[in-house]
């Protein structure tokens, strides 16, 4: 069975974070129900601090049934790194098209806890709203800690294109952003507690030619992490 029930953490106070208990062998039906009703707790409108210190990027990689993740504190005016860290476990969900968040959530969200950040924009190497039951990675995360979350994809999974734009029906749910001196392109959409407006600027503000930069460092971490693994693997 599903439990999902509402809680507090003792490091934040202030901040009520939804727990969601998964059991170990949920199916993909079962996956799906719950993004169904977990979806229409997102918000979609801003909480912004009055001072904006702190961006957080997760991204995660996979090697003979090994997750990595990883997650970045940058500091959101000079864009230089702060805190970086990761964390290693076993996966346990296959890979299913927009599925996402059950193959890495668990993992993300020890990655970015471990940093032990306070009042940040949390963005995810992962689909937000854009998804095809508007609950993709980044909204999933958003939710369990309860921060301003963007999804940052770079590819499209859902919706339809027209001037730069990601819409379902006639709602838009993503924006496209090009990045720097490359024909590369990201889908910016709604994680959590913010404005797809919003989602963007902090997304153009932190774009580099290889992603947003605190994606882009946790990128780089979880891809040496994954070479080093089969490194090893190979000499062994």
């Known amino acids: ?31 799906t129900a719950l993004q169904k009703k977990l979806s229409p707790l997102v918000e979609v409108t801003s909480e ?11 991204d995660a990689s996979y ?5 990595f993740a990883d997650a970045s504190l940058v500091d959101h005016e000079k864009l230089e790194p702060l805190r970086i860290k990761w964390v290693k476990e076993r996966t346990r969900f296959p890979y299913i098209p927009g599925l996402l968040a059950f193959r890495e959530a668990q993992s993300v969200l020890r990655a970015i806890r ?22 993709g990675l ?10 301003l979350t963007i999804g940052v994809a770079k590819s ?30 990201i889908y910016v959409s709604v994680g959590h507690k913010i404005s797809l407006n919003d989602a963007v600027k902090i997304v153009r503000h932190c774009l580099t030619q290889r992603g947003p930069v605190p994606i882009s460092l946790a990128h780089e971490k979880v891809t040496k992490q994954n070479w080093l693994l089969k490194k090893s693997s190979q000499v062994s």
């Open 156 to 185: 499209l999974l859902y919706g339809w294109v027209r001037d730069g734009k990601i819409f379902d029906e006639e709602r838009q749910i993503a924006e496209i952003l090009h990045l720097p001196g490359s024909r590369k392109v």
């Open 114 to 135: 471990s940093l032990r950040a306070q009042s940040y924009v949390c963005l995810v190497d992962a689909h937000g709203l854009a998804h095809p039951r508007r609950f």
């Open 48 to 58: 912004l601090p009055s001072e904006l210190r702190y961006l957080v990027g997760c």
């Open 63 to 67: 090697f003979r049934g090994t997750t």
């Open 1 to 31: 069975m599903l439990n999902v029930s509402l809680g507090l953490r003792s490091r934040a106070p202030s901040a009520v974070e939804l727990r969601i208990r998964i059991p170990s062998r949920i199916s993909s039906q079962e996956a």
């Open 138 to 147: 980044a909204c999933f995360v958003g939710l369990v800690l309860n921060r």
